[in-house]
T-cell receptor, first 106, second 112 residues
Framework: GQQLNQSPQSMFIQEGEDVSMNCTSS?????WLWYKQDPGEGPVLLIA?????ELTSNGRLTAQFGITRKDSFLNISASIPSDVGIYFC??????FGAGTRLTVKP | EAQVTQNPRYLITVTGKKLTVTCSQN?????MSWYRQDPGLGLRQIYY???????DKGDVPEGYKVSRKEKRNFPLILESPSPNQTSLYFC???????????FGSGTRLTVV
């Protein structure tokens, strides 16, 4: 089946720094979704992408649907402590990457 | 309120004792899915359903069963639980499978 590779696995950054993470797939996707999970909670949708090359922002978050349709990127600008959590990419048929655990030091 | 309801939130059981975790959504969503979450392994899909009576295996289906007899319910059944099924389980639903997924609050299962 399709495979989603998400990197990095974890990140430790200073408050105010920018963050970048990405996902690649073994097959062409028509959808990329980015989620955030807070401790003890279910994931919450951040950004949805439906077209190759699409660039979408949600506040300090920006995500892009790769031109090859096999990758996607999520950037967080000027990180703050409440950005802490696990970030997941997801593709069609509700399949998820392994997640990027973000720690922000004040 | 639009939501996915999972029950129970916490469950401790013994090896081999059959159990069912229920999942219900009130959004008339076509797609539903079950995941288990273990430290460092992300959300691994157990089973997936595109509609009533249509289910498909995810990445880790062994030891689990599901049924989709009606659109709103998608129970997860462990016929003979084992300690390696100790995990945090999430149910989710989606209107079309490629739009945003709504997650339940999770079920923390411990098998001793």
């Amino acid at each position: 089946g399709q495979q989603l590779n998400q990197s990095p696995q974890s990140m430790f950054i200073q408050e105010g720094e920018d963050v970048s993470m990405n996902c690649t797939s073994s097959s062409i996707f028509n959808t990329w979704l980015w989620y955030k999970q807070d401790p003890g909670e279910g994931p919450v949708l951040l950004i949805a992408l439906y077209k190759a090359g699409e660039l979408t922002s949600n506040g300090r978050l920006t995500a892009q649907f790769g031109i090859t349709r096999k990758d996607s990127f999520l950037n967080i600008s000027a990180s703050i402590p409440s950005d802490v959590g696990i970030y997941f990419c997801a593709g069609p048929y509700m399949r998820f990457g392994a997640g990027t655990r973000l720690t922000v030091k004040p | 309120e639009a939501q996915v309801t999972q029950n129970p939130r916490y469950l401790i059981t013994v090896t081999g004792k059959k159990l069912t975790v229920t999942c219900s959504q009130n959004m008339n969503h076509e797609y539903m899915s079950w995941y288990r979450q273990d430290p460092g392994l992300g959300l691994r899909q157990i089973y997936y359903s595109m509609n009533v009576e249509v289910t498909d295996k995810g990445d880790v289906p062994e030891g689990y069963k599901v049924s989709r007899k009606e659109k709103r319910n998608f129970p997860l059944i462990l016929e003979s639980p084992s300690p390696n099924q100790t995990s945090l389980y999430f149910c989710a639903s989606s209107l079309e499978g490629r739009d945003g997924y709504t997650f339940g609050s999770g079920t923390r299962l411990t098998v001793v």
